[in-house]
């Protein structure tokens, strides 16, 4: 296990200076924060291995179902940020996980919201490069819960 200072991982990173396991990680939240589905696709492994359970989709199992979930948020009108923080990282051969927290902000037309989730990603090396294969993120506080999926989901679950 490797414990990283608690710099928070935004996207926003030099790719270039880090790691190639932290820049997949870090490309994952450009992606996110960035809206852009071709770089989420790049960062995901295209396979049915791919399976991710988060507050927002439930269980979602291959690229094509999580995709959605994505095409769906990214054309929302709403505003978000986030980010990843107070994390350890896990490598071992073909395979890493991080196990910390996001932070970041939910806006949707009369709605603010401060998010907190525990989050777990796992990423595999295939083809030459990294790909997450797993994401877990669970929201603690079943006030914030609720008023999440409340702003969310009318846009994801068309």
């Given at each position: 296990?490797?414990?990283?200072?608690?710099?928070?991982?935004?996207?926003?990173?030099?790719?270039?200076?880090?790691?190639?396991?932290?820049?997949?990680?870090?490309?994952?939240?450009?992606?996110?924060?960035?809206?852009?589905?071709?770089?989420?696709?790049?960062?995901?492994?295209?396979?049915?291995?791919?399976?991710?359970?988060?507050?927002?989709?439930?269980?979602?199992?291959?690229?094509?179902?999580?995709?959605?979930?994505?095409?769906?948020?990214?054309?929302?009108?709403?505003?978000?940020?986030?980010e990843f923080y107070d994390f350890t990282l896990h490598l071992d051969g073909n395979?890493?996980?991080?196990?910390?927290?996001?932070?970041?902000?939910?806006?949707?037309?009369?709605?603010?919201?401060?998010?907190?989730?525990r989050t777990t990603r796992i990423f595999t090396h295939r083809d030459g490069r990294?790909?997450?294969?797993?994401?877990?993120?669970?929201?603690?506080?079943?006030?914030?819960?609720?008023?999440?999926?409340?702003?969310?989901?009318?846009?994801?679950?068309?």
């Amino acid at each position: 296990m490797q414990r990283l200072e608690q710099t928070a991982v935004t996207g926003r990173e030099d790719k270039q200076g880090l790691p190639p396991h932290l820049a997949a990680l870090s490309t994952f939240y450009a992606a996110l924060n960035g809206r852009n589905l071709e770089l989420m696709a790049s960062n995901w492994l295209q396979s049915d291995e791919a399976a991710m359970d988060n507050p927002l989709g439930g269980i979602k199992r291959g690229w094509e179902e999580i995709k959605s979930v994505y095409q769906r948020l990214f054309a929302s009108p709403s505003e978000y940020w986030f980010e990843f923080y107070d994390f350890t990282l896990h490598l071992d051969g073909n395979v890493f996980y991080v196990v910390g927290r996001e932070r970041g902000e939910f806006k949707t037309v009369g709605t603010v919201l401060s998010m907190a989730i525990r989050t777990t990603r796992i990423f595999t090396h295939r083809d030459g490069r990294w790909q997450q294969v797993h994401h877990h993120g669970s929201i603690d506080d079943p006030d914030l819960l609720a008023r999440y999926q409340a702003a969310v989901r009318p846009g994801i679950d068309k």
